[in-house]
């Protein structure tokens, strides 16, 4: 009998139906076909997902009972030997059979017409970093939420309008609610960064709780009230409802409570003063990898390192002290960062920058964009973050003081390196060994421009340019005995590019060039352990027209080219974070995910050792293995499943350690 | 005579009007129970509480000895009901109603169902919405028959009807009541159908029974007519 | 041919017996002529079959009737006999109540007996022979 019932509600509101599915196809008609503007068809499926969809689940639920109202049918089914509780349910399956009947319609055109999925998988919203709303998903939980509304509200009134009403302002409140509840307890419950990703999440739950309260409300009214007493029902509706919202709105406090914290949004690797790996969870904290027990060994809670530098050495040194940054609930949504300094085992934490110190000291309303610590530990420069884009008045962005956090001094800023400061960004590289300056990075953001590299001399005041260059940024490592800093450089002569490593000498500054065959540009050169050669790719024009990746090894001292090798594009995508030194400073690992899958172990000729194959098999878009050699280990970071990999070069064998 | 169903202290409430107030009734089988009420005091509320269509406000109802609840589905199985006005779904056809109606009770005896289409000239295909009342109402005994129901209720089904339907239908009652015995609860306004038919007389009247008694005897004791007693009664100058 | 007069305060029970007696106090039924079944006439007359029901229980109580199972319900043979004491007596308080009725005219035994006659000359015409009809 529950089967007749099922199909009977398809007879009753075939017609209802048949008009949506018509109207969605020819909007997805339209969607599909549409000539011309693309804008037009982005938003003709847009309105499909956001409108039509929840608006077809609203229709369809409130129609519930349309029925039964007329001609007092509804006496008649209440009168058969059928439970109450189960002729609800059949009713909302069946109806909702409809609705999905007409997502399986756009299901179909998805799957058949061509670019009508680019374009609908291509609706999203982002939010923030790594959390974006993808419409469809989201069309479907609303479609199904208002449709619940509606159903729940169905059969609370003959008057059809009077129940759409109020099942969309239902709909919408619950929506409101949900929203607030996922605000508040993330925001404020929950003393920790606030992601995004987690809202959306603990958001999806609220409205899916509180759609079930609606639901359970319905139900248990429709079996328990006087169906010929609109007010009596009502008021049992009321009754029923307002003990089971209150109640979602406690569960999904609860569950967004109890979610686990958000996994970490990124891992990456860096190589401290004394050649340690370092790994830095964000937001789980700072992690050591220490060879000798095989595992990885906490040092600071949620502190990520100054990766716009990408100089992750210049927060260390010599193994002795560890300069970072923490974020903490501040102004802004996204907090403060602020700075702090510990002994390289993690203990000895001291606060140097922000709102945790005396108000009275000037050094709490500081907060430090890039900093560097000097090579004696006996120094810190940083900019300020606050005034690095922008210039406040009587306040230069260039600070520098203590390890202690004494002896605050502001220093002058030269003007021109605040010129176009729209196109330019600032941050700091490693201070000179004599610690009297400081080298400072003005990046332009303008591929047109070149960035500058300054001197700041810190006692006159002076400064000046001692490097200019297409592209500098990345492409900037220090060596690991100190001394020297390798910079990428690419400069015009003309309209003809030419690519050179600079090595500056830190004690003298004084600064040589290796010239390097290519047109385009060198990636992140790598020093090996010794300070002796530098590994990177240089990327040359070709005829192909993408470019090819040649791997370069040179000398430093002698400043030639050891040996250069041309890599498959595929294989070069490991250029930023795939490549590294082992041990014995002549043999390189790289890391090719995408082509061969594998960590390719090359000679110092740079020929082909040996392959190890990945313990997974990766897949996105974000570079997948950034990897960091330690010892006799490599470290591989999976960053899309933000885990980290540590491979013993002698057994060959791959084991998780985080 | 075995007791069929057991009303007792039953209790519903519209509002602040109290419709029906302690009332207690026993119904034996086999038996035509007749129940008199004037309109609106009663009588559909009373079915419409037994068919489970609306919830009672206290008492209990007790159905072969065993508690009958508003959420009970089962006992309807055995009970036909004809209701004052027609309540079918107008969107179908006689025969899909039918049809319908077949698939909740499983002693549904098709042959008989068509057959008694056929006696009363039901066109099976007919859409429900364009049979006239009087045809409306021959349908859903049909409907209520076919079903074989142990205990038969009929809230004042022929008012508004003409004196053939209401014979006609009369007649149906006696031939069900003949082929099978079925006990029948037979609620009305109407005395002069009641007459001829009913063996316990019933009176609703302030919301309980103030009268439950074997017909005969009550128009033995009176010595007037079924519709000079009811009104007496109800008016409240009965002896 | 059974009716039954429900504005009347005699039960519809005992209405149906009397009819029955009467139909075979009229020869109209004979002994051993089947009665309609009791379905067949509580549908014809509109009452209740628990009615007629009783009414055949009863007079088969009283001789009137009787019940062969499986083949329904006769009258019985020597039925007359009861019916003709019944019906003498029924038609002698009628004739008293004439009798009565023609003294308080002034009529004697022969005036009565003379007029008597002639209204059985007017009726002759009809009656048993099933002639005429009024």
């Not at chain 1, 591989?636 to 013993?648: E, I, K, Q, S």
Request: aromatic residues 10%; charged residues 25%.
């Amino acid at each position: 009998m529950y089967r007749a019932l099922f199909f009977k509600e398809w007879k009753d509101k075939l017609s209802l139906w048949a008009f949506g599915a018509g109207l969605l196809v020819f909007a997805l008609l339209a969607a599909a076909g549409w000539p011309g503007a693309k804008d037009h068809r982005d938003l003709v499926a847009g309105v499909i997902l956001v409108l039509y969809f929840p608006a077809m689940g609203l229709l369809l639920g409130a129609s519930a009972f349309e029925a039964e109202f007329r001609n007092d049918a509804w006496a008649y089914l209440l009168s058969r030997p059928v439970g109450k509780g189960g002729v609800w349910t059949v009713k909302y399956l069946a109806l909702l059979s409809m609705l999905a009947a007409l997502w399986l319609v756009f299901a179909g055109f998805m799957g058949t017409v061509p670019g009508l999925r680019a374009i609908v998988q291509g609706l999203r919203l982002p939010v923030a970093f790594r959390a974006e709303i993808s419409f469809l998903p989201w069309s479907l939980l609303l479609s199904l939420l208002f449709f619940t509304a509606g159903f729940s509200l169905s059969f609370l009134s003959r008057k059809g309008s009077t129940v759409l009403f109020a099942a969309l302002l239902a709909g919408l409140a619950l929506a409101f609610v949900a929203y607030g509840e996922a605000t508040v307890v993330l925001g404020f419950l929950r003393d920790e960064w606030f992601d995004e990703a987690q809202w959306l999440h603990a958001f999806r739950w609220g409205l899916a709780f509180m759609g079930a309260a609606l639901a359970a409300a319905s139900i248990l009214t429709f079996v328990r009230a006087d169906f010929s007493q609109p007010r009596k029902k009502a008021a049992a509706f009321a009754k029923h409802a307002v003990p089971l919202l209150v109640a979602a709105v406690l569960i999904t406090a609860v569950w967004t409570a109890l979610l686990p914290r958000a996994g970490q949004m990124s891992i990456s690797l860096s190589r401290g003063a004394g050649g340690e790996a370092y790994i830095d969870a964000f937001p789980g904290g700072l992690y050591v990898y220490e060879p000798a027990r095989d595992k990885v060994r906490r040092i600071a809670p949620s502190g990520f390192l100054n990766w716009l530098t990408g100089l992750s050495s210049s927060s260390f040194n010599a193994g002795k002290k560890i300069l970072f940054s923490k974020i903490e609930r501040g102004k802004s949504p996204y907090g403060a960062v602020n700075l702090w300094i510990m002994d390289a085992d993690g203990s000895d934490k001291r606060r140097l920058l922000g709102a945790g110190l005396p108000p009275a000291d000037p050094r709490s309303r500081l907060s430090a964009s890039s900093y560097v610590l000097s090579r004696d530990t006996g120094r810190i420069a940083f900019l300020d973050e606050e005034a690095r884009d922008k210039p406040v008045k009587g306040r230069p962005p260039l600070w520098s003081m203590n390890a202690d956090g004494t002896g605050l001094v502001n220093h002058p800023l030269d003007s021109a390196v605040f010129e176009n400061r729209k196109e330019y960004r600032l941050f700091l590289l490693p201070w000179t060994a004599a610690g009297d300056g400081i080298l400072l990075c003005q990046w332009s953001s303008d591929s047109a421009k070149p960035s500058k590299m300054w001197l700041a001399d810190l006692k006159s005041g002076k400064f000046r340019i001692l490097l200019e260059s297409f592209g500098l940024g990345w492409a900037i490592a220090p060596s690991p005995d100190g001394r020297w800093l390798a910079v990428a450089m690419k400069t015009m002569e003309g309209s003809v590019p030419h690519l050179a490593v600079a090595i500056i000498d830190l004690n003298t500054l004084e600064i040589r060039r290796i010239d390097v065959p290519g047109e385009r540009n060198i990636s992140r050169p790598r020093w090996n352990p010794d300070s002796g050669r530098l590994a990177f790719f240089v990327r040359r024009e070709s005829p192909k027209g993408s470019g090819a990746y040649v791997l370069t090894v040179v000398s430093v001292p002698d400043g030639k080219i050891l040996s250069a090798k041309e890599m498959t594009a595929v294989e070069s995508t490991g250029d930023l974070y795939g490549l590294d030194w082992l041990r014995d400073g002549n043999r390189l690992v790289f890391s090719d995910p995408r082509g061969d899958r594998c960590l390719k172990i090359l000679a110092s000729d740079l020929g082909e050792e040996k392959r190890i194959p990945f313990p997974v098999t990766p897949s996105g878009a974000q570079t997948p293995f950034a990897i960091m050699t330690s010892g006799d280990t490599v470290l591989a970071v999976d960053t899309n499943a933000n885990r980290l990999w540590r491979l013993d070069l002698r057994t060959e064998r791959w084991k998780k350690i985080y | 005579m075995s007791e069929l169903l057991r009303i007792e202290r039953l209790s519903k409430n519209f509002g602040r009007r109290s419709v029906l107030r302690d009332f207690h009734l026993t119904i034996e089988s086999g038996r035509v129970y007749g129940l008199l009420g004037r309109s609106g005091e009663g009588k559909t509320t009373l079915a419409r509480i037994l068919m489970g269509v609306i919830p009672a406000d206290g008492g209990t109802i007790h159905y072969k000895s065993r508690r009958i609840t508003f959420g009970a589905s089962d006992y309807k199985r055995e009970f036909g009901y004809v209701p004052e006005d027609p309540f079918f779904y107008d969107g179908l056809t006689v025969r899909g109603l039918l049809a319908l109606n077949a698939r909740f009770y499983p002693r549904w005896d098709a042959k008989r169902a068509a057959a008694d289409l056929e006696r009363f000239g039901l066109e099976p295909k007919a859409k429900i919405a364009t049979l006239s009342r009087g045809t409306k109402l021959k349908l859903e005994l049909v409907a209520a028959l076919a079903a074989a129901p142990e205990l038969l209720i009929l809230d004042d089904p022929t008012s508004g009807l003409d004196v053939p339907t209401r014979r006609d239908f009369l007649r149906d009652i006696i031939r069900e009541l003949a082929a099978s015995g079925t006990t029948i609860l037979f609620a009305t306004h109407l005395v002069h159908e009641l007459e001829r038919v009913v063996e316990r007389l019933l009176i609703l009247h302030g919301g309980c029974l103030i009268l439950d008694e074997d017909f005969d005897a009550v128009k033995g004791r009176h010595q007037a007519s079924l519709e000079d007693i009811f009104t007496s009664l109800v008016s409240g100058d009965g002896k | 041919m059974i009716r039954v007069d429900t504005t009347s305060f005699v039960p519809i029970y005992e209405q149906i017996k009397t009819e029955i007696v009467r139909l075979v106090a009229a020869g109209v039924l004979k002994p051993d002529a089947p009665l309609p079944s009791i379905r067949d006439l509580a549908t014809e007359i509109l009452v209740n079959p628990n009615t007629v029901a009783r009414a055949y229980r009863e007079l088969e109580r009283e001789g009137l009737i009787s019940t062969r199972q499986g083949s329904g319900s006769f009258v019985s043979a020597d039925a007359r006999a009861d019916v003709d004491e019944e019906r003498k007596a029924h038609l002698g308080r009628i004739f008293d109540a004439s009798i009565a009725e023609a003294g308080t005219f002034g009529l004697g035994p022969e005036d009565i007996l003379k007029l008597f006659k002639e209204r059985l000359r007017v009726a002759g015409g009809g009656g048993r022979k099933g002639g005429r009809h009024e």
